[in-house]
């Protein structure tokens, strides 16, 4: 967990490499079976040429950050604001930086408000986020 | 959950899919976690059990053949932890069903509870359907 909590703090980054088998798992894990995250042959017949990994697999790894950084705070606390810009792919390297925009004071309550950006290898934006955590 | 998926067609604003519960048992988070490639401890991930509601939904509609549906945004807040082995009842309905040219868009609006019927979490997902 951060030990201090102050305007402009980054939080550790993480990076992941999405692959196949990893969506599969997702996908047993969530009961989303969608093929155009399973099915190859499927989703090579799309505009989208292949299969892509669950949005919710990528907005867990910020989930992953806020909790690092926050704790249980985050869990029990949290609010997280997500768009899914453009498709991770099996194949992909995704690095997720995020860093603490502002910290701000209400009713004796402290909140921590948190941006996030997850880019793959090209640098394409896979994901923007934004969150907000009690402290 | 109900036998027949409802279709995007019958689907209207104000329509509530059937409520799922599930049971978040240690295998379920065991093979989230693996998914998910992190770490865990006692209490539920909260994004496994937005999962879990995002997958009652998917389960009961079904989309014309050679559809896609993408997840365009997210939005959640949490309220409180949930202990692994908790049971969780999920419940998600159509706050705005949007077509713009060959461009579907569906934003659903979820609520889980647990077994007390404490709110666990809330949130807006929008999701786009290319037809």
């Known amino acids: 967990m951060l030990t201090e909590i102050q305007e402009g703090k980054a939080l550790n980054p993480v990076v992941k490499h999405i692959t ?8 047993e894990a969530s009961g ?3 093929p155009i995250h399973v099915d190859e042959s499927f989703a ?13 697999l990528n907005l867990a790894y910020v989930s992953e950050m806020m909790t690092s950084a926050f704790g249980r705070g985050w869990s029990s606390e ?18 997720i930086n995020g ?3 502002c910290v701000e004071q209400k009713d004796d309550v ?15 934006t896979i994901v923007t986020a934004e969150a907000i955590v009690k402290f | 959950m109900s036998d027949k998926a409802i279709t995007y067609e019958e689907l209207s604003v104000g329509y509530k899919f059937p409520p799922a519960i599930y049971e978040l048992s240690a295998s ?14 006692e209490f539920v991930p909260p994004l496994a059990i937005t999962a879990c509601a995002i997958a009652a ?23 409180k932890l949930v202990p692994i082995g908790a049971t969780i009842e999920c419940h998600i309905r159509v706050a705005q069903k949007i077509t713009r040219g060959k461009m579907g868009m569906l934003i659903l609006e979820l609520e889980v509870f647990d077994k007390g019927k404490e709110k666990v979490q809330s949130g807006r997902a929008t999701i786009a359907l290319p037809t």
């Open chain 1, 20 to 27: 196949q088998e990893k969506i599969n798992l997702y996908a």
């Open chain 1, 32 to 34: 989303d079976f969608n």
């Open chain 1, 44 to 56: 090579a017949k799309t505009p989208l040429g292949g299969t892509i990994a669950h949005g919710m």
């Open chain 1, 78 to 95: 949290g609010k997280l604001r997500a768009k899914f810009k453009e498709p991770a792919r099996p194949g992909d390297t995704l690095t």
């Open chain 1, 99 to 101: 860093k603490i925009g």
């Open chain 1, 110 to 124: 402290s909140y921590a408000n948190c941006s996030f950006e997850c880019r793959n290898q090209k640098g394409e």
């Open chain 2, 28 to 41: 379920l988070v065991s093979k989230y976690l693996k998914a998910v490639d992190s770490a865990g401890d």
């Open chain 2, 57 to 79: 939904m998917t389960g009961s509609f079904s989309l014309p053949s050679g559809t896609i549906a993408i997840h365009a945004s997210q939005e959640l807040e949490f309220f």
